[in-house]
T-cell receptor, first 113, second 112 residues
Framework: GENVEQHPSTLSVQEGDSAVIKCTYS??????FPWYKQELGKRPQLIID?????GEKKDQRIAVTLNKTAKHFSLHITETQPEDSAVYFC????????????FGKGNQVVVIP | DAGVIQSPRHEVTEMGQEVTLRCKPI?????LFWYRQTMMRGLELLIY????????DSGMPEDRFSAKMPNASFSTLKIQPSEPRDSAVYFC??????????FGPGTRLTVL
């Protein structure tokens, strides 16, 4: 089955700097890649997603890039703010009627004021 | 539109007791997922349903765990008998086709 790995496990950044989290996946048939943000004690919430027919997607301060050849995708957060501090999960899905997501272990992002 | 609803939000029980967690998916979603989250294992998929039919229960840890979806608007996850190692946050999520999964607020289970 699909195996998703995230790096680094913990990332500390100064407020205003950029943060980048990278995920790799194993199944070349995967075609849907969402990112979830989970604040302490709360549910995972979708923040951005990308499908395999697109190389990059941006929504205000966050963006996701996809490299299908290398089988990795990355989350970019610019102008980080304290409220960006959370655990971020990447996931991959092969779709095709199988809506199962394989999640990475999560990255703890700490934004230092 | 209401999101995914889970109950109870917190459950404290003693080892050996039966625990039933409940979930109401978003109306119109045809997929329902049960996850378990712990610090050690992260987010684990336990089972998922498509149109009320269980598709993959390979993540269910033991026979003590069972899940049902009697109709499109309700699902249960039951643990009988419960053990301390079952303590975790259990999330229900729903989705439509190959679209995004939306998570419920979770049930924090503590087994003493």
């Amino acid at each position: 089955g699909e195996n998703v790995e995230q790096h680094p496990s913990t990332l500390s950044v100064q407020e205003g700097d950029s943060a980048v989290i990278k995920c790799t996946y194993s199944d070349s048939a995967s075609n849907y890649f969402p990112w979830y943000k989970q604040e302490l004690g709360k549910r995972p919430q979708l923040i951005i997603d990308i499908r395999s027919n697109v190389g990059e997607k941006k929504d205000q301060r966050i963006a996701v890039t996809l490299n299908k050849t290398a089988k990795h995708f990355s989350l970019h957060i610019t102008e980080t703010q304290p409220e960006d501090s959370a655990v971020y999960f990447c996931a991959a899905s092969t779709g095709g009627g199988n809506n199962r997501l394989a999640f990475g272990k999560g990255n703890q992002v700490v934004v230092i004021p | 539109d209401a999101g995914v609803i889970q109950s109870p939000r917190h459950e404290v029980t003693e080892m050996g007791q039966e625990v039933t967690l409940r979930c109401k998916p978003i109306s119109g979603h045809d997929y329902l997922f049960w996850y378990r989250q712990t610090m050690m294992r992260g987010l684990e998929l336990l089972i998922y349903f498509n149109n009320n039919v269980p598709i993959d229960d390979s993540g269910m840890p033991e026979d003590r765990f069972s899940a049902k979806m009697p109709n499109a608007s309700f699902s249960t996850l039951k643990i009988q008998p419960s053990e301390p190692r079952d303590s975790a946050v259990y999330f229900c999520a729903s989705g439509r086709g190959t679209d995004t999964q939306y998570f419920g607020p979770g049930t924090r289970l503590t087994v003493l």
